[in-house]
């Protein structure tokens, strides 16, 4: 099977189209679409079958659970019990890239949340999001539609490259604005605390509700996803690397005297690695945290395929704003510690 690609305007999507989609969504099917943070792998929320192809097509280990993605706020009451942090939460942060787990009801497939007593659920803002979510239904269950260890994929190409075969629909709706995957937050209990760094910043979070966020989240136990492999590029990728490592890493890749060497980050590297070492062609400077996040996937998915032998990328100097989740999906992606999925 190959997926049908449609295109879809992200601002005025077509209403035939989102049938179209929604129908599939509804008969058990998998469509991948686009969200304000990165592309989604739709289906079913309420189907065990339906959902078991999303790990399917992803290679997803099956202890991951996943989101489930809501058109308006209060339909979250049919599968989770909505705290009153979570309800304030809802009320300042969304539609929007904002994730809260939840005390489940028990009424979702346990694939869903992989046999945990709680469940995720967000409210996507973009447009195609929304009124497939909407027209469908039902809520959808949606983890980034890339490979299970992969980057995200920011447009319709990479998801087509990774699950292209395995899914019967792609929106393309053109390139996510925020970049990076939602803000993950448990919200079970008075204690607000952060599972996933992402596009809705923790300092925003903490100014806006009046709450504390706890950091100290990430852990594998409360947040199962942290425990795999995340986001590598198929090329090994150098943080704030020296001259020397670059040079390892380069002779570990078996790159020959014509090594290519990508570049990413706010700024050059901080110390030399020698003239001529980055080549300008595979390298790109952002101008602020956000547009570091917006870029970042499509950066590593382009240098691959671009033919860099390494890429070597600069952390943002600060964890404050976008800069945490950049410095979050850096580390990861640059990890060689974490199980493969
Ligand atoms: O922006 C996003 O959140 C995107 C778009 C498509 O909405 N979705 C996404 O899904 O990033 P995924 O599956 O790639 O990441 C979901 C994360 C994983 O780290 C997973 O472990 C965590 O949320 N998660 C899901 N349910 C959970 C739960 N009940 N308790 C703790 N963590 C949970
Ligand atoms: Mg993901």
Redesign the pocket.
């Known amino acids: 099977m190959t997926a049908r690609l449609l295109r879809v305007d992200p601002w005025n999507p077509d209403p035939g189209l989102i049938d179209e989609a929604a129908r599939v969504i509804r008969g058990g099917g998998l469509v991948a679409f686009p969200?304000e943070?990165?592309?989604?792998?739709g289906a079913d929320g309420t189907s065990a079958t339906a959902v078991a192809g999303i790990f399917h097509a992803k290679g997803r280990p099956a202890d991951?659970?996943?989101?489930l993605?809501f058109a308006a706020p209060e339909l979250v009451a049919g599968v989770a019990v909505v705290t009153p942090s979570a309800s304030k939460l809802m009320e300042l942060f969304w539609p929007g890239?904002l994730?809260l787990?939840l005390p489940?009801l028990g009424v979702v497939p346990r694939e869903v949340?992989?046999g945990?007593d709680?469940?995720?659920v967000?409210m996507?803002s973009h447009p195609v999001a929304l009124a497939l979510i909407s027209r469908a239904g039902v809520p959808v269950a949606?983890?980034?539609?890339n490979t299970s260890g992969r980057p995200?994929p920011t447009d319709a190409e990479a998801v087509f490259s990774d699950v292209g075969a395995s899914v019967d629909l792609v929106l393309d709706g053109g390139a996510t604005s925020v970049g990076v995957?939602?803000t993950?937050l448990?919200a079970t209990g008075p204690d607000l605390v952060l599972?996933?760094p992402?596009?809705c910043p923790v300092e925003e979070i903490e100014a806006r509700a009046g709450a504390r966020v706890l950091l100290s989240g990430g852990d594998g136990r409360?947040?199962?996803?942290?425990r795999y492999r995340h986001y590598a590029p198929r090329v090994p990728l150098l943080l704030n690397p020296t001259r020397e490592e670059v040079a390892l890493a380069l002779s570990e890749a078996g790159a020959g005297a014509r090594a290519r060497v990508a570049w990413m980050g706010l700024e050059g590297p901080e110390v030399s690695l020698g003239d001529g070492t980055v080549d300008l062609e595979l390298s790109v400077l952002f101008d602020t945290p956000e547009n570091y996040a917006r870029g970042l996937f499509h950066a590593l998915r382009t240098f691959e395929r671009l033919g860099a032998d390494i890429i070597a990328a600069r952390l943002p100097d600060t964890d404050r704003g976008m800069g945490r989740a950049v410095r979050d999906r850096l580390e990861r992606a640059a990890s060689r510690s974490h199980e493969n999925p």
């Open positions: 969200t943070t990165v592309y989604g792998l991951n659970p996943l989101i993605h890239p994730t787990v489940s949340s992989a945990l709680t469940v995720a967000r996507p949606a983890p980034s539609a995200s995957e939602s993950v448990d599972l996933r992402g596009g409360r947040s199962p996803g942290v």
